[in-house]
Every structure is written in C-alpha cells, then in structure tokens.
C-alpha cells in the first residue's frame, strides 16, 4: 500500500519459458492465439534448449530418415547451456534480476511464485533452493536428494539408484535414507546461475536413457538418448536451501497417458479439484456431495485465501459435477 502521496507502480514479473527445437512454435502460436493469458507480451520471453543425437547402443548415429539424423532434446539440464547461447541470461542481468523460481511444466499444482518459498531462500542468502516432499514409497519415480562426501547437496536420479538403497529404513527415524524428493521447483540466485551455467560449458556431463528410437523405414530400434538434468551442477552450490511442502497441495505431476496406475492427467485433474474443495472447506464453506470437486481461479485465489466471501456458509457445487469459483 502507498502513503502520503506516494503513487504504486504496477510491477511486471518476467516469464521465462524454455522450448525445444520441436515445440517452439506451437508453444509461441499458443499463447499469441490466447493474447498472452492476459499479460504483456514483453514480460514473456521464449528461448529454445539443445538436441542430441540419438546413438545405437554401440555408439553409432541413428538416422530418422535416410537424410535426416534422429535428435531428442538435451533434457531438463540443456535449461543452462540454452540460457546462455539464447542470450536470454544476459538479458536477465541487464533487468536487474536477483533470483530465479523454476518449475517443471507438468505439475498441475505448481506454486508459481510463492512468496514464503522465495522469502524463505532470499532471506537465507541462499544460491540454490528446492521444494521437497516425503516420497510416497520407495519405488516412486523421483530423484532423491544427497550429500556427497564432501557435503554438497546432490540430487539421485531414480534410475540410477540402487533398488536396495532406495528402499533402506533408517532406523534411526523410521524413514527411507533416502527420503526427500525432487520435485523440480527450485529456486536460483542469479550468480549461482550463471556460474552453474560457466561450469556445465567446461565439463557437461550426460546422462543415459535406453529408448525406442523413430528410424528410417517408419518403425523405431533400440537406442540412446543422452541427457543433461537440471541438477547435474547443484554440487556446485555452497548456501542450500530445501523446503519441504504438502504434497497434495504443491505436486501432481503428469508423467503417464491416461489410464495408467498414477501421474496422469486425470489424477492431476483429481488433485486440483480436490485442492479446490479443501480451500472451500477452510473458508467456511460447504461442497455438496454429489460434487467431484472445486476449481478455483488464480485470479479469485492464489492459495484459498480471500474466499470467505464468497463461500462461508454456503453448499457449493449442487447438481454440478465440478463446481467453479472464477
């Protein structure tokens, strides 16, 4: 709020978002077909991560065509490689930006901003900062966070951990070792950035997925896809912050095509809904039975707050199957 005069000036938060070679221009179509959700057009800037060249398992290129060689994306780690050649790093010193909050763009329930996550790593002066959550159980695919033996924070990626490691109690607290999850919401302070990104040019390291691979001839063989992930220069990082939240209400990730036991768009549909339900219940307010759920507007509420004037003492949702709040 302003006083004694003083006038408020509208603040614009820079959007930042990451494409591939292959989803570039339908992302860009997109959000011009949309006007931009509402927002400046200048506060959106797009820039577009590596390919790869995809390998048989003996090192040979796989040809998509008999022209053309197959490519996949660099992986979630190309985000520091992109942003330095894109020049969209430089661009953010030249704002005058202090931090980044970095989210993956399939968890339904990502906290975009959220004020106590960026409060709580600014004010600790921390480089790098991570929201986590207790794994749901030991199989779950997720990377886990470490230290090394030199005590840096370390992320191990799910595939490349032990089966019998993942899955080891401590008997000291009765949990998993290996306990917190990476959730990929993580917050960089610029510096850190930039260095992270200095240090990845000079030693990049790759990590390896086994793959059906498109070939010429229409159908696919087996091969390699090699990737960088986002957490490859998170060693490098002295002041660490990890920040553990509610999963129900930060994470429902769509990893799996609908039908799949878990991580599809229907259960994060489910999630989302059923957030929605909680924040009316938290207002005051009542969701009928019959009613699957509430979907509330980020331009209503940003995290159920404000809705008690809307909702207390009141049924939401009869005779709708999913009752909105817009």
């Not at 577009?48 to 998509?64: A, S, Y």
């Not at 207790?134 to 799910?158: C, I, M, N, T």
């Not at 219940?281 to 509420?301: D, F, I, M, N, R």
């Given at each position: ?40 057009h ?12 995809c ?32 020049g ?28 106590e ?27 886990v ?25 401590n ?20 510096p850190?950035?930039a260095?992270?990104a ?22 696919k ?13 998170f ?22 095509a ?37 979907e509330?507007?980020p ?28």
């Amino acid at each position: 709020a302003a006083g004694g005069g003083s006038s408020v000036q509208p603040v614009l938060v820079p959007w930042f978002i990451m494409t591939s070679p292959f989803t570039h221009q339908d992302t860009v179509n997109f959000f011009e077909r949309h006007s931009y959700f509402g927002l400046d057009h200048k506060q959106v800037t797009f820039f577009q991560q590596g390919f790869m060249t995809c390998l048989t398992p003996d090192g040979k290129v796989i040809m998509e065509t008999p022209y053309t060689v197959a490519k996949n994306p660099d992986g979630n780690g190309g985000l520091y490689r992109a942003l330095q050649s894109s020049g969209t790093l430089t661009k953010m010193h030249q704002m005058g930006l202090e931090a980044l909050d970095v989210y993956s763009v399939d968890n339904i329930l990502a906290r975009v901003a959220d004020p106590e996550w960026i409060g709580c790593c600014y004010s600790r002066g921390s480089e790098l900062g991570s929201k986590v959550l207790a794994k749901a159980y030991p199989e779950e695919k997720v990377g886990v966070f470490a230290r090394d033996s030199q005590g840096q924070l370390q992320v191990l990626e799910y595939s490349e951990l032990d089966p019998a490691k993942a899955s080891a109690i401590n008997p000291a607290t009765g949990k998993l070792y290996y306990n917190w999850s990476n959730i990929c919401m993580h917050y960089f302070s610029l510096p850190w950035l930039a260095a992270a990104a200095e240090h990845l040019a000079a030693a990049a390291a790759y990590h390896i997925a086994q793959k059906q691979i498109p070939s010429t001839g229409g159908g696919k063989v087996s091969g390699v896809k090699l990737e960088m992930f986002i957490f490859d220069p998170f060693g490098t990082a002295d002041k660490t912050t990890l920040f553990e939240v509610a999963r129900e209400d930060h994470f429902a990730p769509v990893k799996n095509a609908s039908g799949s036991p878990a991580d599809t768009p229907d259960t994060a549909r489910a999630a989302l809904l059923a957030q929605g339900a909680r924040w009316v219940a938290a207002a005051g307010g009542q969701v009928a039975a019959t009613c699957g759920g509430v979907e509330v507007s980020p331009l209503v509420s940003y995290a159920g707050e404000g809705l008690e004037n809307i909702v207390a003492g009141k049924v939401i949702g009869q005779g709708q199957s999913v009752a909105q709040i817009i």
